[in-house]
């Protein structure tokens, strides 16, 4: 069946509704809080960073996740992350979390916490309070106020992240079929990312699938999404990857991994797929995307391994920036991944819009046009393809160039 | 007993002598060739890369330190890795190595070889063999060849790297001491490397060490030392440690783990760690040396993962090149590092020439004196401690921090 691309992120499903606001948790002029709420109780499926350090608002999640309660909203701020900040963390948290409960007419485990930005300092509980006041009455479930909400979540970010799809389920009714919904929005740039206490993202849905269901198919679709991008290898304090699924689709309950399990996953893995990738083309300071796929691996984890091995490596990433063909690199990069195999039967293409170029076959560089080469190279994504003859397992990784903008990004992030 | 720091290099031990010339392998006006020699053959100790796709130069090393067999000289160019280039590269060993022999009087498998360069590329066997002519009567034992030779082996390296001791052990006739020399040079910034095909490093001594003891405290010592550096995570195809060992000084032979082996262990602790941390702070681009030393741990191999994750974490890096006080950084690379630990336990300071600022304790980052930080951070050498308060487990690692210098070296490396 088939799965539609349209618009609406956070509230494309059913009866959900989003907001954004100016909050000066950090900084002023700059939309800094978000928040998203469905209007009946929601199944939660998350994922979160599996750094030891995890930010108080992670820790509050996984609470809440684990407790398989439902859940209802979610309430996210840019500038302080709320990590390294011990019981006073976990404190900010609850209040900020009863407070939006008691604005909604929710219990404070209902509502979801999200921070991203620096490291250490404390967050303002006052301003997170008066955030919420703007909020609350600014929600909406315009397409356009779900924009605002992707754009409120943003730190170093460029380009805002939504994705979401359609599709028809079997009705509950048991005659004909409904639409479902699913859709989401993120910040950053991975599970391994750019700039610390950094990925975030919430998808929503109006489907309605077991609990178990769903934790089950978003730990499945991340392996092959965000856990595939890097950006510079730092994995932060706050990963979240958040499912709300609230049901108001009316599509008859997905019960086991059936037909309708796998248009879901499919949808899901198209939704994660297009916010990872973005996240990874937006990393800071990044000029271009560089997707490597591995073919031929022996196992599938191996085939992870090494494609993230080439879109994780500095020399790559550098090399990109400048538009170098130094192929070595990317055969390097594989070869200190860790999975054994035969450099002998390897093959190491580079493949553009139109053109293909073979760079390493039979244990060999090869030598290559260097003009067709910087054609290839100037485009905004690298394709590298490393077929390792070895079985039939294959996977892709993302990644961005690294450039002068990322030292200086980095170099002075505080102030 | 005492070691002390002597001149001389690879020349320090008797019986040693070096050369170094332009032979044009890839540039003009610049050394890019050395030779290291010894007039009786030795006992030779190697590490090699585990990268999966070896340089040429590596298996021809690996063969010969696997048959036990004695060598008795080392050849290197740089410009070109020699590495990606299958059969030919290996060829190209043996022509080297038959060639340089008979100019010696030495068997091939008598001469190691080293490469460091651009992957892909064919050395030039011509150009090879053309230094080699004016290698061998260049040989001195002079301090002032052993520096050309160290010269010559550097690619984006800025400086040289040199390194020797001498230390007492029991005369082989039974009465007295002799003194034992232990010298080395290396090029290049660690296992874990800048510039691909880059680190390089050669030791020789005079002792009179069994082939076996020899190989294994060269890998024990390695584990403190060139492994515990990193400039940017990439592990060479090419990465080459040979202790050549010709027991000329008259020791009394070491033939198992006693005082005298301690003695040598410390020695080759010494030089090694020099000329590691030389190769740290030597790193593509850098301004800074990055040290850190975790204790507490509750293994080794724990604290060795948790100090090579603060000083190989691309934003710690970038904010001690930006003089960035954001502690935050430094307790995230711990926390993704692997090892399990309690945040709240753990304490992390800044180690200045007279300061010293605690960072984080108590489960928080603390609040410091911003100006003392940036006093702190402006120092070359930029110290963590990291106390686990788990066990008794200690390590150090080495880096160096992130520039717009290392993105511009590699951005267009080849060019």
Known sequence: MEIKQITGGVNAAAGFTAAACEAEIKYK????????????????????????????PVLWNMEIVASEKPAQAVVVNTGIANAGTGKAGMDLCRKTAEYAGKKLGLPAEA?????TGVIGPNVPLDRLQ??????????????????????AIMTTDTVTKES???????????????????GGMSKGSGMIHPNMCTMLAYLTSDIDMDQALLRRVLRDVVQYTFNMITVDGDTSTNDTLLLLANGKAGNRPVREEDESYALFREALLRVCRDLAVKMAADGEGATH??????????????????????????????????????????????????PAFDPDRLTIDLVGEKDTICFYKDGCVRTFDEEKALALLSEHTIRFLCDMHMGQAEATAWGC??????VKINGDYRT
């Open 111 to 115: 509502v979801l916490i999200g921070s």
């Open 130 to 151: 008066a955030g919420v006041d703007k909020l609350v009455p600014a929600l909406s479930a315009s397409p356009e106020a779900a924009s605002l909400a992707s754009r």
């Open 29 to 56: 002029n700059r939309l800094d809080m978000a928040m998203v709420v469905s209007d009946v109780p929601c199944r939660v499926a998350g994922t979160f960073t599996s750094n030891q350090v995890k930010a108080a």
């Open 164 to 182: 979401a799809v359609a599709f028809e389920l079997p009705a509950a009714s048991g005659e004909g079929t409904v639409t479902v919904h699913l």
């Open 289 to 338: 995307l560089i997707e490597t796929t591995v073919c031929g691996a022996d196992t599938l984890e191996n085939a992870r391994i090494l494609a993230k091995s080439v879109v994780g490596s500095s020399l790559v990433k550098a090399m990109i920036y400048g538009k170098d063909a130094n192929c070595g690199r990317v055969l390097c990069a594989l070869g200190y991944a860790g």
């Open 401 to 406: 160039d690294l450039t002068y903008d990322y």
